[in-house]
Every structure is written in C-alpha cells, then in structure tokens.
C-alpha cells in the first residue's frame, strides 16, 4: 500500500469505518499448475464458511494489535473505509480457490454480506 494510502487511512475519522469481525483472516497465494502465482486473495472466514473474499491489489494493510489479541484488515472500497478484525490469522500456498471451492456448500449470494456502514 503506497503511504498516502495509509496516511488517508489512518486520518479517517473512525465513525465512517465500516467494522466487522470474522472467525478467521486469511490471506491466500493461489498458483497455477506450473507453480506460477495467479492471483492473492483475502478471505474472511466464519463458522468454516466464507464469508467474504478480496483480491489482492496491494491496496489491503493487515495490522496486529496485541492489546486486543486480534488482526486487522484495512483498505478502502467503494469511497468506504472497511476494517475486517479476526482472533485468528492465517497464510495459505494452493493450487486450488478455497473461496470458489466453498460456494459448493454455500452460494456467494448467499453470504452475510459485509456492513454498509
């Protein structure tokens, strides 16, 4: 994330964050056949099902705050201020999307959806 970006969100006032908690964060490297990476993703899980997921364009900031024991996923969305926290943070190495892999059981639409404010 460029430091602008980071500077804008660190002056927000933190009435116009959009806050939501998940079980788990987990940022996943997804590669193809041949060992090449395709894409990064950030998925956010509860109660073992996804309940959102992001690419990963660089513009995501993960944070720790060992006050609260939780991880913080910050980046800005549809002129919004988001921040996802979690207990619980993970990294992953696959050659399958676990988050289109999950829709088998439960269906995008049919997700929580993150707040709008």
């Known amino acids: 994330m460029t430091s602008f970006a980071l500077l804008l969100l660190s002056i ?5 964050v959009a806050r939501d908690g998940v079980d788990v964060l987990e940022r996943q490297e997804f590669f193809d056949g041949e060992g090449r990476l395709v894409f990064v993703q950030w998925i956010g899980w509860e109660q073992d099902r996804v309940r959102f997921w992001r690419l990963d364009k660089g513009d995501k900031c ?4 060992f006050a609260k024991r939780a991880y913080e996923l910050e980046w800005c969305e549809d ?4 921040q996802v926290w979690a207990n619980w943070f993970e990294e992953s190495w696959e050659q399958y999307d676990k988050e289109l892999e999950d829709r ?14």
Do not use: C, F, I, M
């Not at 927000?12 to 116009?16: A, C, F, G, K, T």
């Not at 002129?79 to 988001?82: D, F, P, S, Y």
């Open 12 to 16: 927000l006032p933190r009435e116009s």
């Open 79 to 82: 002129g919004k201020h988001r």
């Open 62 to 65: 993960l944070t720790r705050d």
């Open 104 to 117: 088998q059981y439960l269906p995008a639409e049919k997700r929580q959806p993150l707040r709008s404010k």
